[in-house]
């Protein structure tokens, strides 16, 4: 679907479109996949801002797993309840990686759970290759692929297979301005925290974690050549121009890599053919509404972009489509383990 009529084309890898509404699943599915028949019986258990969570729960539902999610208080309701209806327990703790993790910790040694992490996990990256994988196979000269960050499991799954299976291309990470300690640890050479308070700040909700993963962080100073910024005003536009002009629901921290395509090309790599990864469209629908009724903020679209989910619409919807059931076994193995660090040849889903 043409964005606008300008060249070079931007291609979207829509994993909005996937059951969840986020890129998540594929990681949950692949990591619980994964564990003894001993383990699942316990109970998992992981720690989200809301789309790990709901991919959890979901994973857990088709794997008849007893699932627990712990999410800050400051969670979108919309994703809280999505996990809750799909049968999770849920309990709240302040925002915060710390105190997301102090929590998990103390569930597992009260009940025995076996953790889900929602970034640093091997087989939770692997998962998140597939997305990855699917981008190579349906785009072949694909030379630059723009991912948002978070904690950085996409990034890391993402990066190990295009960099494994396309070894001309480049990776390039994008997030918000109010919450870059992807970019200070990249740049740094190590992992580098940003306060909470200060990464609550962005409206990509998705991306307010304060430091990336240890196993992402390897990842990243591997496989990943650089990551860039996006302002508030621009995940706004950016929502606003997929919505509109490719018919596509972004929440804000889904839409920063497409932002950074619109309004940063002058800051990524000349590349020939472009794909940006959205990762998630869980927004809730009053944010929605006020962001596409907003205008005190409108950005044209910029002469040098044209998006089109040509070719990879169909894999963002449909390589998980059969969503959690098949597929990751394979997909999520091939290519993982170049950084040294996704290990495990088998993500074990199919």
């Known amino acids: 679907m043409p964005f606008a009529r300008v060249e070079p084309r931007l291609l979207i890898k829509a994993e909005s479109l996937q059951?969840?509404?986020?890129?998540?699943?594929?990681?949950?599915?692949?990591?619980?996949?994964?564990?003894?028949?001993?383990?699942?019986?316990?109970?998992?258990?992981?720690?989200?801002?809301?789309?790990?969570?709901?991919?959890?729960?979901?994973?857990?539902?088709?794997?008849?797993?007893?699932?627990?999610?712990?999410?800050?208080?400051n969670a979108p309701p919309i994703k809280v309840e999505a996990a809750r209806s799909l049968g999770a327990r849920i309990v709240f703790c302040e925002p915060g990686l710390a105190a997301r993790t102090r929590t998990v910790d103390q569930l597992i040694s009260e009940h025995g759970y076996a953790p889900i992490p929602p970034f640093d996990h091997r087989d939770v990256i692997a998962g998140q290759g597939t997305v990855g994988l699917e981008i190579a196979a349906d785009c072949p000269d694909v030379d630059l692929v723009v991912c948002p960050v978070g904690g950085g499991g996409l990034i890391s799954g993402v990066a190990a297979a295009v960099t494994a299976t396309r070894p001309g291309a480049l990776v390039v990470g994008v997030e918000p301005e109010l919450a870059a300690d992807a970019r200070d640890s990249l740049r740094?050479?190590?992992?580098?925290?940003?306060?909470?308070a200060d990464t609550q700040r962005t409206i990509a909700d998705a991306l307010r974690a304060d430091q990336v993963g240890e196993l992402p962080m390897r990842h990243m100073l591997a496989q990943v050549h650089d990551i860039v910024t996006v302002s508030?005003?621009?995940?706004?536009?950016?929502?606003?121009?997929l919505a509109t002009g490719a018919r596509l629901v972004a929440e804000p921290g889904g839409a920063v890599a497409v932002a950074a395509c619109l309004f940063r090309s002058d800051e990524l790599p000349r590349a020939r053919r472009r794909v940006a990864i959205l990762s998630?469209?869980?927004?809730?629908p009053a944010l929605l509404a006020e962001v596409l009724r907003s205008d005190g903020a409108q950005q044209a679209m910029p002469s040098q972009a044209a998006v089109s989910t040509a070719g990879l619409g169909t894999a963002g919807s449909a390589g998980l489509g059969t969503a959690g059931t098949a597929g990751l076994g394979t997909a999520g193995t091939a290519g993982l383990g170049t950084a040294g660090t996704a290990g495990p040849a088998m993500a074990d889903g199919g």
């Open 188 to 196: 740094a050479g190590h992992r580098v925290a940003w306060p909470a």
């Open 19 to 73: 059951p969840t509404g986020a890129f998540k699943l594929r990681g949950a599915y692949a990591a619980i996949s994964a564990l003894s028949r001993e383990a699942r019986g316990a109970g998992v258990v992981a720690h989200s801002s809301g789309n790990h969570a709901h991919a959890v729960a979901y994973a857990a539902a088709l794997l008849g797993v007893p699932a627990t999610v712990v999410v800050p208080a």
């Open 232 to 241: 508030e005003d621009e995940i706004r536009a950016a929502m606003r121009l």
């Open 280 to 284: 998630g469209g869980n927004v809730d």
